[in-house]
């Protein structure tokens, strides 16, 4: 089985030249990393456990030395040192005769912290040392039994022994009925009182055929949470993937996509060593060079004190990069994880909004390859703690809109419209009155046009509430399978009137279940023209073991959960996502990066190959901008087919990352379902004249490149 790469943690050295660019940049890098402490940062838990150890040498109040010893205890599991974790807090228990006959509210977290490190020791056993294509897919089975036991066996015993004193823990009883699965003693051997027997893993079937192929591919990078991108960035026909891993010292990794369809890491030979870490990647062509370069988001979650820059990345045009951040004047320190480019003026150059979360957004204006901050020129230095963004033009004018997701304050939708001036161009403030403030707690959110109408549909991702924040995801979890109300956020789908205004269809769709929200994009897993999505789940707690979700879209009438349908449940936490047909077959993949936000909660990324047979069509469309920016983003496509009962269907697509926490490729590839062929396809070009272009006789089933003003190449 072919494996991609050591963990992003390993240190490599250059081989190559590196550009000044990119050397200051790293220099920059390991001077924050060297100089960083680790009682500021939550995900330094070898440090942080270190220090509690050192604490105890001179503490000498009983209460503080128990909560020293708990601390230790949490920062050894966070870290990856599982044993150590297990067999101190077992120590401690036994030395303040903490059992299960005296077991309190008081002394319950000593049982949950010891319950959850044996879970995280069988996780490791193995589904992360034993990794198969079925490891730590819901509900588990086959390969993805656990065969060393050990682990799992104790945590069912504590899960008994808290739930015998606390029936109503749901949490408990999730991970019980976890364990249980992990064991192949699901739902037989699980207590009834405590027994989640949900019809959902049966509820619903499917025809899509997906596999986790990523070791046999050789891109199952082994990090934290982290962003991908997936792209043709040498421009040979293949599409490549670029993921990061979110660890100060984590390595960025390059898998070069070669002719037999397996990957091959080249981040040495790119350039790349020494840029490190980044919760989440995006690309553009900032330059209209024609190779799209990629911006790394950094210090997402880490606080105030948090001063890592993002970086660009640009690409060289022969499988090399060099950072040019600081060159091209977007060097700025503090925290952020999300960013979107569009050409908001259309002039034919790509801008870049950065939203910050502890101080105020950027907007960049892009200067022919040169940036500046204009966001208090437009009002959008807006400062809250903003987790994703979207570019979208709702009103189909031909200039992009610009939505923001905040946790914890209302969500913005500004409209772009023209100024008083010629060319002016200024950001009005519609939330409110366009109905999409909701959720108040959210996550990452997209455009897209769910139901074919023309116009761009909004979904934004619930991510906790105010008094539980992420630390109810496990339960509300339980709380979905058992049809309870939930405790969090559910996600919000919002239909776009075509009058600046949004409709709330979350529950008539089907939507209105928590799910956890951190990476997520669509595409058209089926091809048949109606725009699916996966959501990557979870949050930082090792408790959080739930499902990633993957719903298909019904006709633009409804959506429906085929994730266990399609054994694309994965309970590792999912980050960055992608929808793209890697392996050129005509049907679209989909790539995720695994992993957690502690030290010790790595996680191989997954790549679901589809093999369905559906019989459907499908075109591929890439498109090259002149006067527009030169990978065309922004610019909408409509696809018109002909069906077999003599019918027409429009099918309507932007060009676009997709979603605000994952990186699709610059090109449309669209599903066109039982089509007998295709009419016409008509591209609005995102230029100064909002050019419109017809292009005809188009087969299906094929790739086809056009460039503005001149039609098909």
Not at 304 to 331: A, Q
Request: charged share 20%.
């Amino acid at each position: 089985m072919k494996s991609c790469c050591e963990p992003t943690g390993v240190k490599l050295v250059s081989t190559v030249k590196q550009s000044k660019g990119t050397l200051r940049m790293v220099k920059i890098l390991d001077s924050l990393a060297n100089a960083a402490n680790a009682d500021d940062f939550y995900m330094m838990n070898s440090q942080r456990a270190d220090l509690a150890k050192k604490r105890l040498q001179t503490e000498k109040d009983p209460d503080k030395r128990v909560n020293l010893y708990f601390r230790y205890c949490v920062e050894s599991l966070n870290a990856g040192n599982t044993d150590e974790a297990i067999a101190v807090m077992k120590q401690v228990m036994a030395a303040m005769n903490i059992t299960g006959e005296s077991l309190t509210a008081q002394t319950k977290p000593f049982f949950d912290q010891l319950a959850i490190s044996y879970m995280r020791k069988g996780e490791l056993e193995n589904c992360a040392a034993n990794h198969n294509p079925q490891s730590c897919i819901i509900p588990i089975q086959g390969n993805g039994i656990h065969k060393l036991t050990s682990g799992s066996d104790s945590a069912v015993a504590i899960y008994k022994t808290i739930l015998n004193k606390f029936p109503d823990d749901m949490q408990s009883r999730y991970l019980l009925n976890i364990a249980y699965m992990t064991l192949g003693k699901w739902p037989a051997e699980v207590p009834k009182q405590w027994l989640i027997e949900s019809g959902i893993f049966s509820k619903n079937t499917s025809n899509i055929v997906l596999k986790d192929v990523g070791a046999n591919k050789g891109v199952d990078m082994n990090g934290l949470a982290g962003g991908c991108v997936v792209e043709d960035l040498d421009n040979d026909g293949l599409l490549d993937i670029m993921a990061s891993s979110s660890g100060m010292n984590d390595q960025i990794r390059y898998m070069h996509q070669m002719k037999d369809g397996t990957f091959k890491t080249e981040t040495v030979s790119s350039g790349l060593v020494g840029i490190t870490g980044g919760l989440n990647l995006i690309h553009t062509d900032y330059n209209n060079d024609g190779f799209a370069d990629i911006m790394v988001l950094r210090g997402g979650w880490w606080g105030k004190d948090s001063k890592w820059p993002f970086s660009l990345l640009k690409n060289k045009g022969d499988n090399s990069f060099e950072d040019v951040t600081i060159e091209s004047g977007l060097y700025s320190p503090g925290s952020t994880q999300t960013a979107a480019w569009g050409d908001f003026n259309n002039d034919g150059w790509l801008d870049v909004f950065v939203a910050h979360e502890n101080q105020p957004c950027q907007l960049f204006i892009n200067e022919k390859g040169k940036f500046r901050d204009v966001a208090p020129q437009y009002g959008l230095n807006i400062n809250a703690f903003v987790k994703g963004c979207v570019w979208g033009d709702i009103n189909n004018d031909g200039y992009p809109d610009l939505y923001i997701s905040i946790i914890g304050k209302p969500n913005k939708l500004f409209l772009n419209k023209p100024g008083a001036l010629p060319g002016e161009r200024i950001f009005e403030d519609i939330s409110k009155s366009a109905g999409v403030e909701e959720p108040i707690y959210s996550f990452p959110c997209w455009f897209f046009d769910f139901d074919n109408d023309g116009f761009p549909d909004l979904f934004v991702s619930g991510y906790g509430n105010s008094s539980g924040f992420y630390t109810l995801a496990a339960e509300d979890a339980a709380r979905d399978m058992l049809g309870l109300p939930p405790l969090s956020e559910t996600p919000r789908l919002y239909h776009n009137n075509g009058n600046n205004t949004f409709t709330d269809v979350t529950k008539e769709y089907g939507l209105d279940h928590v799910s956890f929200t951190m990476g997520c994009n669509f595409g058209d897993i089926d091809n048949d023209g109606w725009l699916d999505f996966y959501l990557g789940t979870g949050a930082p707690p090792f408790t959080s073991i739930v499902p990633n979700k993957l719903y298909h879209n019904l006709g633009g009438k409804k959506f429906e959960d085929i994730t266990y349908a399609t054994n694309t449940g994965h309970i590792q936490k999912g980050h960055g996502v992608v929808f793209a047909d890697i392996d050129n077959d005509g049907d679209q993949d989909i790539y995720e990066v695994l992993g957690g936000a502690f030290e010790g909660d790595h996680f191989r990324n997954v790549l679901f190959e589809n093999t369905s047979t559906t019989g459907n069509h499908w075109i591929k469309l890439k498109l090259e901008g002149v006067t527009s920016n030169r990978a065309a983003i922004g610019a909408r496509v409509r696809i018109k087919v002909k069906m077999p009962d003599g019918s027409f269907q429009n099918f309507y697509h932007t060009v676009c990352t997709g979603g605000s926490f994952g990186s699709k490729p610059l090109r449309i590839e669209a599903g066109l379902g039982k089509a007998t062929g295709i009419e016409e396809i008509e591209i609005k070009w995102p230029n100064a004249k909002q050019t419109k272009e017809i292009i005809t006789n188009v087969s299906m089933d094929t790739l086809v490149k056009i460039k503005e003003g001149v039609g098909k190449q």
